[in-house]
């Protein structure tokens, strides 16, 4: 058989597609059943639906990041990027979307004290903009879940269709459809707990790779030989932009951009998409922050090692006669991945990246169905068409959009695969068109001074910038030609990212400076404000308004402490919620997230790389391995922190939960 043929039989595609889908559904089915037996919580609520009681724990909520974090691109874009550029690839992909979610633990901090009620950024920016900027915001906000949507079903759908042959359109349709049906059974804290079994399977899996490559495939087998392998390949065709073409150099001209690229982009896609704004709504107000960090630093293993594996070993297996060959097309629709894992074990090696690829692609799109649920229920249904709506028509809306949007997933990853975009253009462009409303909205929820017209005038003129800068540098680089090839180019790309996120945020720090709003947050905190609450305003509307008033405030208040007993019950979630949203504590997590997410993100993109992109060194054997071994460690522990730990926090709860059900069991 041609190795460019199809591994697996087609049944496997639709087996995996539909067979798993069923199976998390059944799965979410009896999640639901026992959370409604055995707690307080029921999913036909709606608070509990759209933001599990906002009760969470952080490490169920930093394995939830992980999992909505880990995209189709996270394991196949990863690995192209290493086929292209080498090692630098893995880094530059990794810390380029690990340092998003650091800083983002800082917005999370600032919602939960600047308004601890909202069920969506927009919320937000409605109570303090208005309309005309809720308007504008919905349209990024919406065009960043339909990009990413797009971009796990293009993926998704190509890697099916190359290891099994199953068929394009019908992937595109049955990802998504089998994804809505658990979603709509169990709500946020179900999608959670399948977030999580979907985490520890990628990391099983991951392992795996890891171990065959580089101890145990007679192909590859040891650190040694992948060495040998890549510098035969770069002496026979050396990398452009690379030192001595290697790819064993962190200097990378090509890398460096992607870097920027990736930078740029990624922070359109976390501050913007509801998808993480929703994680924060579910977790306590005492460990958000603590969740983000510990999400963050985890979910960077997984691109980094997964990359540094398969990538470069479909590098290193390049002319073997059980490797795919591969085109540039094949290489932008990130299918190096799925090519080595066929080429090192075969039919198993494809069932295992088929099986952790969906689980990836599902994971994500569970959280992006929900999240647009969340918006066009609060934001259009509830805000635009129905006010006054009650608990049962939200949560009926809310299940009709998850089903509708899942529809419309399908069709957009139909509509981008017959105009031929693949999931690698879509990732590299998304900065272009998204990253002009990132400095907005980050301002909206953290600066008071935030000026309403400065910010949505920066939104749209850093939009219209990256578009002009994008068409316009490939109309100069390729004599006037504008096709999806030549609009795909790296520096193209820059150019449009670079034009969107600068020109949107020079806009709004400016203008905000010239002419600052005064803006004391009281509004936004009204936001949904429950009923006893609203009842004793007087006395705790008057510390939270002095909440950023960080040197009075501590010397009124002593923080408030976390609870370590378990939380079962939505009445007891939030009494729970209430006691930890003390402003003092909450000033006190905002500056642990300012200092560590800036402290971490200067480290990851220039303490670290910088100084080894200009050395031009080349590593050999010994650098190598250290690389690799580097990467391993950081993967156990980030397993440990994402899969043990959320059981071990949560032991009480499951203690409970587990004499409930013995208990029943005894009697029956």
């Known amino acids: 058989m041609s190795a460019n043929e199809p591994v697996l039989p087609q049944g496997a595609g639709y087996g995996v597609v539909v067979g798993i889908g069923l199976f998390f559904s059944?799965?979410?089915?009896?999640?639901?059943?026992?959370?409604?037996?055995?707690?307080?919580?029921?999913?036909?609520?709606?608070?509990?639906?759209?933001?599990?009681?906002?009760?969470?724990?952080?490490?169920?909520?930093?394995?939830?990041?992980?999992?909505?974090?880990?995209?189709?691109?996270?394991?196949?874009?990863s690995s192209a990027v290493a086929y292209k550029d080498g090692i630098s690839g893995p880094w530059w992909y990794g810390s380029g979307a690990t340092v998003q979610v650091l800083l983002f633990a800082q917005l999370a901090a600032k919602l939960k004290l600047n308004a601890p009620h909202a069920h969506t950024w927009l919320e937000i920016v409605a109570a303090r903009w208005g309309t005309v900027a809720h308007l504008v915001f919905m349209f990024f906000g919406l065009a960043t879940n339909i990009i990413v949507s797009s971009m796990l079903i293009l993926g998704g759908s190509a890697t099916v269709n190359a290891l099994t042959g199953m068929n394009t359109i019908a992937a595109c349709f049955l990802i998504p459809l089998g994804v809505a049906i658990y979603v709509v059974v169990g709500g946020m804290r179900a999608t959670l707990l399948c977030d999580y079994t979907h985490t520890t399977v990628l990391f099983a899996i991951i392992f795996v790779f890891v171990y065959t490559v580089?101890?145990?495939s007679d192909k590859i087998g040891s650190f040694s030989a992948m060495h040998d392998l890549l510098t035969k390949v770069a002496e026979a065709e050396p990398v452009a932009g690379?030192?001595?073409?290697?790819?064993?150099?962190?200097?990378?001209?090509?890398?460096?951009?992607?870097?920027v690229i990736n930078v740029i982009g990624n922070f359109a896609t976390v501050f913007?998409?509801?998808?993480?704004?929703?994680?924060?709504?579910?977790?306590?107000?005492?460990?958000?922050?603590?969740?983000?960090?510990?999400?963050?630093?985890?979910?960077?293993?997984?691109?980094?090692?997964?990359?540094?594996?398969?990538?470069?070993?479909?590098?290193?297996?390049?002319?073997?006669?059980?490797?795919?060959?591969?085109?540039?097309?094949?290489?932008?629709?990130?299918?190096?991945?799925?090519?080595?894992?066929?080429?090192?074990?075969?039919?198993?090696?494809?069932?295992?990246?088929?099986?952790?690829?969906?689980?990836?692609?599902?994971?994500?799109?569970?959280?992006?169905?929900?999240?647009?649920?969340?918006?066009?229920?609060?934001?259009?249904?509830?805000?635009?068409?129905?006010?006054?709506?009650t608990e049962s028509q939200i949560l009926k809306v809310s299940h009709a959009m998850v089903a509708i949007f899942a529809i419309v997933?399908?069709?957009?990853?139909?509509?981008?695969?017959?105009?031929?975009?693949?999931?690698?253009?879509?990732?590299e462009f998304m900065g272009v068109v998204l990253g002009s409303a990132v400095v907005p909205i980050a301002m909206c929820i953290t600066w008071g001074k935030a000026n309403k017209w400065g910010s949505i005038c920066g939104a749209i003129a850093g939009f219209c910038a990256g578009v002009v800068a994008w068409l316009v540098t490939t109309s100069a680089l390729n004599g006037g030609e504008l096709t999806v090839t030549t609009t795909g180019g790296d520096l193209e790309m820059l150019a449009g990212n670079l034009a969107s996120i600068g020109v949107g945020g020079i806009v709004t720090v400016v203008t905000s400076l010239i002419w600052p709003d005064n803006f004391d947050f009281e509004a936004t905190r009204a936001i949904n404000r429950p009923v006893h609450e609203k009842s004793s305003s007087d006395a705790r509307a008057s510390p939270r308004s002095a909440s950023l008033d960080d040197s009075s405030s501590e010397k009124k208040h002593a923080p408030a402490e976390v609870s370590l007993e378990p939380v079962i019950s939505a009445r007891a979630a939030a009494e729970e919620e209430e006691r930890e949203l003390d402003p003092v504590a909450l000033n006190k997590s905002f500056r642990l997230a300012a200092w560590s997410s800036v402290i971490l993100t200067l480290i990851m993109l220039i303490i670290i790389p910088l100084p080894l992109f200009f050395a031009q060194t080349v590593y050999g054997v010994g650098g190598l391995t250290a690389w690799v071994v580097i990467g391993m460690i950081w993967a156990f522990c980030s397993a440990i922190a994402v899969v043990l730990y959320p059981l071990w926090e949560s032991r009480e709860a499951l203690g409970l939960i587990v004499h409930g059900i013995v208990k029943v069991s005894i009697v029956l």
């Open 26 to 77: 059944a799965f979410m089915l009896c999640l639901t059943a026992i959370q409604a037996r055995y707690t307080g919580f029921s999913p036909k609520n709606s608070e509990e639906f759209n933001s599990a009681s906002r009760s969470v724990k952080p490490g169920l909520i930093a394995s939830g990041i992980v999992s909505a974090w880990t995209w189709a691109a996270t394991l196949l874009q």
């Open 272 to 389: 913007q998409d509801q998808a993480y704004w929703q994680r924060a709504i579910a977790s306590r107000p005492a460990t958000c922050v603590k969740a983000y960090l510990l999400g963050g630093i985890a979910w960077f293993a997984i691109p980094f090692m997964f990359s540094t594996t398969l990538g470069l070993s479909a590098v290193a297996l390049r002319g073997d006669p059980a490797m795919r060959t591969l085109t540039p097309a094949d290489v932008s629709a990130g299918l190096p991945a799925s090519a080595a894992a066929a080429a090192l074990l075969g039919k198993s090696g494809a069932a295992a990246l088929l099986i952790v690829l969906f689980l990836a692609v599902t994971s994500a799109t569970s959280a992006e169905l929900i999240a647009v649920s969340s918006i066009l229920t609060y934001d259009v249904y509830k805000k635009y068409f129905n006010p006054h709506a």
């Open 214 to 216: 580089y101890a145990t």
């Open 242 to 259: 690379n030192a001595h073409g290697s790819y064993l150099t962190m200097r990378s001209k090509n890398g460096l951009i992607f870097g």
């Open 409 to 427: 997933m399908g069709l957009l990853g139909l509509i981008f695969f017959y105009i031929g975009i693949s999931m690698g253009w879509l990732y």
